[in-house]
């Protein structure tokens, strides 16, 4: 009897334990991928991302089939025909045991509910695993037994976890040179997502926008350049993170983010790297490796949270009374948001980062949505979709915890009376605008001390009314903007 696994957004051989322990439990196993199409449309995967999850999967193919071993792809229109197609697999192929790790969305978890219930009466054997994650959300919890609602308490106990249980060696890929006596040819699998719905948000057709990026050959695939690119960051800028990770004209984050996303990294290849750092890990890190190390924990800890409260991946705001939050429904500002023409050089600049390059630095993207919900008064939801499909990293837990902190509506959120002013924030972060020229090439020549309020300049300098150089006017007036979604926020809030 054979053994099945099952890969899902799980797209690596080192460090996956479904792999390991069916290579390790069973002499034959099968590979198999099922891309769910209508899941990745209702998910708003980007092009981009779908690009660099169908290269890293082809190059899972490629490697698998050099040591013998073949991957199989077939494409499901919907979660709900993975039960009845898994079973017709395991039966045509006597597989008697299935291996896959876990996912922690609503309809994920129900998906994988019912896979088990139903091989389970047809008598395989179903194992699953967590090592997406560091800490499995089911070893969190408060002294009531309650999951942690809050990211500081969560952070400490998540640490703890790691002190008490460690953090194993990844296992070298040998375990799969059972089958390397032979190598195979593996040909490659192009899949097409079905067509998005025509409007991205109510009154507003997705087309109308910027054209969404769709190759993402920028990012190079396989694991050992994934690993590579990881072991360069911790090992020559981790220890700087925290003094250079809100400067986007520095190249200070590790941008592995799209990688963990389509599981090509685990964090445990990550912690693994860290604890060369320190042999007390995860204690006595550097201050920016450490930093870079709770950056990995806010990424678990948005995933436990969709995973206890499912209500999340229903599109529901964490604190239920903001939903009757007024938000506009202004398509004609959400469009220069979305396009990176609002008159603020800082967001523009991030924008149109993100829908040139399909990715944005950390701090811009914190505030571009401050921005959109703050000085736009625009529902979360709006932008937490575009940014999905434009995103290579687009993360479905982490992208919502983003949007919901950011809005004031989440768990752990920023105050609702914390709005970040775009002007002041540029002068910090791009203080000599070097972000802000690479982006939007209209202010390129404007001198560092006019570049963050242009306006003036441009009119001086006879731009700002030329069709070809035009640089728009503030489409908002933020000190007015912030005083009245704070006093609308308050008015809701007292109400509830």
């Not at 959300?137 to 790691?162: A, C, D, M, S």
């Not at 997502?193 to 948000?201: A, G, R």
């Not at 006879?462 to 503030?474: F, G, K, R, V």
Request: glycine share 6%; with cysteine.
């Amino acid at each position: 009897m054979s053994a099945l696994v099952w890969f899902r957004n799980d797209l690596r051989l080192l460090d996956n334990d479904a792999v390991l322990q069916a290579c390790q439990n069973h002499q034959h196993v099968h590979f198999l991928v099922t891309p769910t199409l209508q899941h990745y449309v209702e998910h708003d995967w980007s092009l981009v991302k779908w690009d660099l999850y169908q290269r890293q999967l082809n190059q899972i193919g490629h490697d698998l089939a050099d040591l013998g071993h073949i991957l199989l792809i077939h494409p499901l229109d919907k979660f709900a025909d993975c039960s009845a197609f898994l079973t017709d697999f395991c039966r045509a192929h006597q597989v008697a045991a299935l291996y896959f790790n876990r996912e922690y969305p609503l309809d994920e978890v129900n998906r994988d509910k019912a896979v088990i219930t139903v091989l389970q009466n047809n008598d395989v054997q179903v194992n699953t695993f967590a090592s997406n994650l560091l800490v499995a959300p089911e070893q969190i919890k408060n002294g009531k037994g309650e999951y942690y609602k809050v990211f500081t308490p969560f952070f400490k106990v998540w640490l703890q976890r790691i002190r008490e249980n460690g953090v194993p060696a990844p296992y070298a890929r040998n375990i799969l040179q059972a089958a390397s006596g032979r190598t195979l040819a593996f040909a490659e699998v192009h899949l097409s997502l079905p067509e998005y719905p025509t409007e991205l948000v109510p009154g507003l057709a997705d087309s109308a926008l910027t054209e969404p990026l769709q190759t993402s050959n920028e990012w190079p695939v396989g694991e050992a350049n994934i690993r590579k690119l990881a072991q360069q960051f911790v090992r020559e800028q981790s220890m700087d993170y925290k003094r250079q990770r809100d400067f986007p004209s520095i190249k200070g984050t590790s941008r592995l983010s799209a990688y963990f996303e389509i599981g090509a990294l685990s964090p445990r290849v990550a912690a693994h790297l860290l604890q060369r750092l320190s042999p007390e890990f995860p204690d006595g890190l550097p201050e920016g490796s450490h930093t870079w190390l709770s950056e990995l924990a806010w990424r678990e800890f948005y995933q436990h949270l969709m995973f206890h409260e499912p209500r999340l991946a229903k599109g529901e705001p964490f604190q239920a009374e903001q939903a009757k939050f007024p938000w506009r429904t202004d398509v004609e500002r959400f469009a220069a948001w979305c396009n990176g023409k609002t008159g603020f050089p800082i967001v523009d600049a991030g924008m149109r980062e993100l829908n040139n390059t399909g990715w944005m630095h950390n701090r811009v993207r914190m505030i571009v949505a401050s921005f959109l919900v703050k000085d736009l008064h625009i529902n979360w939801q709006w932008g937490e979709r575009y940014f999905m499909r434009r995103l290579i990293d687009g993360s479905f837990a982490a992208n919502n915890g983003g949007w919901q902190w950011s809005a004031g509506t989440g768990t752990d959120a920023a105050p609702y009376f914390r709005v970040f002013n775009p002007t002041s924030q540029g002068e910090k972060f791009d203080p000599s605008g070097r972000y802000i020229r690479k982006f939007v090439q209209e202010l390129a020549d404007v001198p560092d001390k006019q570049l963050h309020t242009p306006h003036q300049w441009l009119r001086q300098a006879s731009l700002l009314d030329e069709a070809t150089h035009s640089y728009p006017q503030q489409i908002v007036d933020h000190k007015d903007a912030r005083e009245h979604f704070i006093a609308t926020f308050k008015q809701v809030k007292n109400a509830e």
